[in-house]
């Protein structure tokens, strides 16, 4: 880890309408549209508010919180596949990012399709993909089931495939959310094993978690997100242990 800051947010505040405000109905929205639209920004729910941190390179920097503190919305905005309502967010590398069991999968496809499918959509090319493709299953240890569709693949199967494809890749910042929590435990020890390595590789992982002790065991730094603003930032061991005291 060096102290380059490759990613920064600087008071990153991100809100969406409750359309459910919209009182009146389609046609009076139509209607009476700029009032409408005032409306709209008027009732928004904040998912975070002016949340500032940075990230160096190399650094494993973890966030927790409790379930709609705004951890995945963290992720979602370095990612890129959110934009900030408020503040900046400067990210420097290639991000690869394992955000959502079965993001940018399709069910209808079998699991060597999907990851063709999977492996183009985060950057790599088809002869890429048909290269690793070996390595892939093999990781997954799926073996009969890589051929046949999606849809009959438990949850399990489904992580195990996302994060095979995953670990194929050559990331400079890797973002995870909670993808270890399913799946058996020599799958996991393989994960675990998978992003030690990216670690010492010099990779930047952000990664959101509700065990606490792989963030301890994974993580330089930690952000405890509470109530959508920044509850707390120090080393692992110092804001895991505040917030196993407070009981969350």
Same mark, same amino acid.
């Given at each position: 880890?060096?102290?380059?800051?490759?990613?920064?947010?600087?008071?990153?505040?991100?809100?969406?309408?409750?359309?459910?405000?919209?009182?009146?109905?389609?046609?009076?929205?139509?209607?009476?549209?700029?009032? *409408?639209?005032?409306?709209?920004?008027?009732?928004? #729910?904040?998912?975070?508010?002016?949340?500032?941190?940075?990230?160096?390179?190399?650094?494993?920097?973890?966030?927790?919180?409790?379930?709609?503190?705004?951890?995945?919305?963290?992720?979602?905005?370095? *990612?890129?596949?959110?934009?900030?309502?408020?503040?900046?967010?400067?990210?420097?590398?290639?991000?690869?990012?394992?955000?959502?069991?079965?993001?940018?999968?399709?069910?209808?496809?079998?699991?060597?399709?999907?990851?063709?499918?999977?492996?183009?959509?985060?950057?790599?090319?088809?002869?890429?993909?048909?290269?690793?493709?070996?390595?892939?299953?093999?990781?997954?240890?799926?073996?009969?089931?890589?051929?046949?569709?999606?849809?009959? #693949?438990?949850?399990?199967?489904?992580?195990?495939?996302?994060?095979?494809?995953?670990?194929?890749?050559?990331?400079?910042?890797?973002?995870?959310?909670?993808?270890? *929590?399913?799946?058996?435990?020599?799958?996991?020890?393989?994960?675990?094993?998978?992003?030690?390595?990216?670690?010492?590789?010099?990779?930047?992982?952000?990664?959101?978690?509700?065990?606490?002790?792989?963030?301890?065991?994974?993580?330089?730094?930690?952000?405890?997100?509470?109530?959508?603003?920044?509850?707390?930032?120090?080393?692992?061991?110092?804001?895991?242990?505040? #917030?196993?005291?407070?009981?969350?």
């Amino acid at each position: 880890m060096n102290n380059e800051q490759v990613i920064i947010f600087d008071a990153v505040s991100k809100s969406y309408p409750l359309y459910h405000h919209i009182t009146g109905g389609f046609k009076n929205f139509l209607f009476h549209f700029p009032r *409408a639209v005032s409306q709209m920004k008027n009732h928004q #729910y904040e998912a975070l508010h002016e949340i500032s941190f940075q990230v160096c390179r190399g650094e494993t920097f973890g966030i927790i919180g409790k379930n709609g503190a705004g951890k995945s919305t963290a992720l979602g905005l370095i *990612a890129g596949v959110l934009k900030p309502s408020k503040g900046t967010i400067s990210v420097k590398g290639r991000v690869s990012a394992l955000l959502e069991l079965g993001s940018g999968f399709n069910a209808e496809l079998t699991g060597r399709e999907n990851i063709v499918l999977n492996g183009v959509l985060l950057g790599l090319t088809r002869v890429e993909v048909m290269h690793k493709m070996e390595e892939i299953i093999e990781f997954s240890g799926l073996g009969q089931f890589i051929d046949q569709p999606l849809r009959t #693949y438990s949850t399990g199967m489904m992580m195990r495939l996302g994060f095979s494809v995953v670990s194929s890749l050559d990331p400079e910042i890797l973002l995870i959310d909670e993808v270890f *929590a399913v799946g058996d435990m020599e799958f996991q020890k393989k994960c675990m094993d998978k992003l030690e390595s990216f670690k010492k590789g010099g990779v930047t992982i952000v990664y959101v978690s509700h065990g606490m002790q792989t963030i301890l065991q994974t993580c330089d730094r930690v952000i405890w997100i509470e109530n959508h603003r920044v509850r707390m930032i120090g080393s692992a061991q110092e804001v895991v242990s505040s #917030y196993v005291d407070a009981g969350l």
